[in-house]
């Protein structure tokens, strides 16, 4: 159970989208099973909905970038959206296409832990799709903390693995507590050292309760900063030390990446140096 993480002396690693590149596209099959080969613990997908109701493995909002169809998603039918190559890195369509949210978890049982992003967009349907699959065991939903959304995650996933996006303050964990909510820990996003969800007292005691501190080592919008800096991309053009290392250093338990390899073998690195 994820309650183990706890135990261990190193982090997950979840895989943001998969890892992508080259002519392979993120959210597809075969970047989650790249993801998988390079030591993922945690596959992170996102979901989007068809006109006509089918749930799709993609990002709602990245069609101009990944598609380039015209159309979003959500105009599309399924039929539309299955016909529709999905680009490579420098915009040529490929032969890979967008998988159903389904196909995705087929995929993904019994492999690793699933952290299905945008389920607040559709709890009933994305619970009702990960039941179905058999992967309620594996699966991680996150909302942003909406009382519409809690009580939808309370009527239709009660027992799903639940995980909210706090930002600088943690003023929901002990109401969460308190609700017909599975809550595992906090998905925490900071751009200050000094944010409370940070530090080394707030982390300490989540774990006294039992409970996860995922960080974001991504670089999703340089605009957005969500780990105060220590990021991949310090950790690959600088020093892996400055950023994955800090955050392994405040004993958070899952690190998001889009570079599960490269990170794992800096913790495999650490625990040679260390002994």
């Not at 002396?9 to 790249?34: E, F, Q, S």
């Not at 967009?121 to 065991?137: F, S």
């Amino acid at each position: 159970m994820i309650s183990n993480i706890l135990l261990q002396k190193k982090p997950l690693l979840a895989a943001h989208r998969g890892v992508c590149g080259a002519n392979i596209p993120c959210n597809t099959l075969a970047a989650y099973a790249i993801a998988l080969q390079q030591g993922a613990d945690i596959i992170e997908l996102d979901v989007s909905k068809s006109l006509d109701g089918e749930l799709f493995a993609f990002h709602p909002g990245m069609e101009p970038v990944y598609l380039k169809c015209g159309k979003m998603i959500s105009e599309m039918t399924a039929k539309e959206v299955r016909e529709v190559p999905l680009l490579n890195q420098d915009e040529v369509p490929t032969h890979y296409r967008v998988p159903t949210l389904e196909e995705a978890l087929a995929f993904l049982k019994d492999k690793a832990y699933i952290n299905v992003d945008k389920f607040w967009t559709d709890v009933e349907g994305i619970t009702a799709c990960i039941r179905r699959a058999g992967v309620e065991r594996q699966a991680i939903v996150k909302t942003y903390l909406e009382e519409d959304a809690l009580r939808e995650v309370e009527k239709f996933a009660p027992d799903l693995m639940f995980m909210p996006m706090v930002r600088h303050k943690d003023e929901s964990t002990e109401m969460l507590l308190k609700r017909n909510i599975n809550l595992i820990g906090n998905e925490v996003l900071f751009d200050r050292e000094t944010d409370e969800v940070i530090s080394d007292a707030y982390i300490a005691e989540m774990h006294r309760k039992g409970l996860l501190i995922w960080a974001n080592a991504i670089v999703y919008n340089e605009k957005d900063v969500i780990s105060a800096g220590h990021t991949d991309d310090v950790s690959l053009t600088e020093d892996p030390d400055l950023g994955w290392g800090w955050l392994i250093r405040k004993k958070v338990d899952i690190i998001q990446t889009d570079w599960p390899l490269m990170l794992k073998q800096y913790i495999d690195s650490r625990k040679q140096r260390n002994g």
